[in-house]
């Protein structure tokens, strides 16, 4: 597999950070392939997002509601405020949602929180039932996902072969990452029900891939191939390909670094010494961006625009889109009619918050 040599993303990032007017920070294009709406604003980090098959936005905000846009208006009142024992502090909270593939017949909602229980944070994946314009929580799909204040991970999303697959972040002990018998720093494979999927690399196990440090993306691309993006602990961000029962290092290893004590899988895409703080992420299956890959990132206040090959397993180019402009992004999701949806997250502690903050944006195809 072609990974990106540090020096040479360096190289294409550097060209790309000179690039301040919107409609031509893509150096591919003449014309900006998308008009730029604004569809929801003051809200207070919008985390996730998933739409159904009605075209009814679904998104959490991280204090702990799940909120809804419908025929373009943000309804007032939330479909469900989570109260105790959900809590939100530092990075954890409410975060990922994925509506069931039936959802428009069961109504069915999973989403991942935080919650304390004693003096201990954990995290844990629920299904709501939605009925009446609210929901309540039906079932606890998995729980006691090591939590904490930070690194939490949060993404869950469900795949072509209807699995849920969830992103779990190693709770501020590096040392759970390479654990097989905890949760964290993983990403988890289960069915719908909760259970254990027969084909899981570990048997009876949801580890589907392990150590990892912070990962909060997840997205296929049009050949089922699993990306993910992690936070690195100092700049070193990665973008991967998830294979089943993979290791991916941490903590003994990051970026490009190797080891001698286990077989690791490399990342697909590195950082360097940059920080991206990478977050959610999507493939463009349709319109003017077909076949690339977009990652929202946090600290690096940008949209990453990844230009793969045929395969989806080399990169021909990286630009970095609204660069400063829109501050933190934390969400990148594409509708099936092609559009994209990418939140801000200047609310949670780090921003700078802006006139408007948080904002859902909305890039429509021209």
């Known amino acids: 597999m072609k990974r990106i040599i540090y020096s040479v993303l360096s ?23 998308y008009k730029i709406e604004v569809i929801a604003e003051n809200l207070f980090v919008p985390w996730a997002i998933d739409i159904s098959n009605n075209g009814k936005i679904y998104f959490t905000e991280r204090l702990g509601t799940v909120r809804i846009i419908e025929n373009g208006k943000l309804k007032e009142e939330p479909l469900i405020r989570f109260t105790s ?11 990922g949602i994925a509506l069931d593939p039936n959802h428009l017949e069961n109504n069915y909602i999973y989403v991942m929180h935080s919650y304390l229980e004693g003096n201990k944070i ?3 994946v629920v299904r709501l039932i939605e009925r009446n314009n609210n929901a309540f929580i039906d079932k606890i799909i998995l729980d006691k996902i090591p939590g904490g204040e930070f690194h939490n991970g949060g993404r869950i999303k ?9 992103s779990t972040g190693d709770a501020e002990n590096p040392n759970l990452a390479q654990d097989v018998r905890s949760l964290a720093g993983k990403i988890l494979r289960i069915e719908l029900d909760g259970s254990i999927p027969r084909d899981n690399p570990i048997k009876n196990s949801p580890i589907y891939s392990l150590g990892h440090r912070n990962p909060q993306g997840l997205a296929w691309n049009s050949s089922n191939m699993l990306y993910e993006s992690e936070q690195g602990q100092t700049a070193h961000d990665e ?16 970026g490009d670094e190797t080891s001698n004590e286990i077989k690791v899988q490399s990342p697909f895409i590195q950082s360097g010494d940059i920080t991206w703080a990478p977050s959610g992420m999507t493939f463009i299956n349709k319109g003017s961006w077909i076949g ?25 180019n990286i630009d970095l889109l609204f660069k400063n402009k829109y501050g933190r992004l934390r969400e990148a999701i594409q509708s099936e009619e092609g559009s994209i949806y ?7 502690g780090r921003g700078n918050i802006n006139f408007g903050d948080d904002k859902i944006i909305r890039l429509v195809p021209r």
Not at 11 to 20: A, D, F, V
Not at 158 to 166: H, P, R, S, W
Not at 239 to 254: D, E, F, S
Not at 342 to 348: A, E, G, K
């Open 11 to 33: 190289n294409m990032l550097s060209r790309s950070e000179n690039m301040k007017n919107t409609k031509a920070e893509l150096s591919s294009s003449n014309k900006f392939p």
């Open 342 to 348: 990418i939140t801000t997250s200047n609310r949670d």
């Open 239 to 254: 973008i991967n390909i998830i294979k089943p029962g993979a290791n991916y290092g941490w903590p003994l290893v990051q």
């Open 85 to 95: 024992p959900f809590i939100s502090k530092g990075e954890g909270g409410l975060m």
């Open 122 to 124: 954990y995290n844990r």
């Open 158 to 166: 469900i795949g072509k072969d209807k699995k849920l697959y969830i």
């Open 292 to 316: 690339k890959l977009l990652v929202a990132n946090l600290h690096g206040e940008q949209l990453l625009v990844i230009s793969l090959d045929s395969n989806g397993t080399a990169v021909n």
